[in-house]
């Protein structure tokens, strides 16, 4: 394979991009300049280096000195008793624009399909089984599901409840829903501040 068809091969697996459209950046890439050729190569190849997984709850962070757990895990601002699980990083974002929330995150790293019953194996299932399981002896008091309100949304909610629900029922740990305060379709991503901002006052 020639390096164009390589590229865009590369771009056909970016997420909510098609094979049209994976073109189209490609051939973008041609006309750069030689400078941002180089800057963007350059950005790409250090990025690992320059960002982590937060150990705690999995998001991607700016690192300078290969810190493992982000800002607001290690916050002692925020509240370490309620866990939000989320489906993307790109969620977060959206509630830390708000600014309501003060409890730490999840992030489970993509959705259970209600159509395709192949297991996800990025989904952090596991992971975050063994987070709950490690913070109920030290005083977790929710757990809040907030995933977009589609089919998807919804079969992950059930995906994650099955996992969790049976370790907090039996510590009578409370499971609130984020979706409720959401309109039908919607995704948390796209969703506005005063949106969010409701959905978590009025979570059930
Ligand atoms: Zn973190």
Known sequence: MNPLDKLITHFEKFPGVGARQAKRFAYHVLTLSKDDTAELSKLIAELRGSVNECASCHRYFNTQNNEQICSICSSNNRNHNRLLVTERDSDILAIERAGVYDGLYFVLGGTVPLLNASENKKLRGGALKATVEARIPTGLSEVIIGFSVNPDGE????????????????????????????????????????TIKNALKSRT
């Open 155 to 194: 079969n992950t909610a059930r995906f994650v409840e099955s996992i969790i629900a049976p370790l907090l029922l039996e510590k009578n740990i409370k499971i609130s829903y984020l979706g409720r305060g959401l309109s039908t379709g919607s995704e948390l991503e796209y969703a506005d501040v005063e």
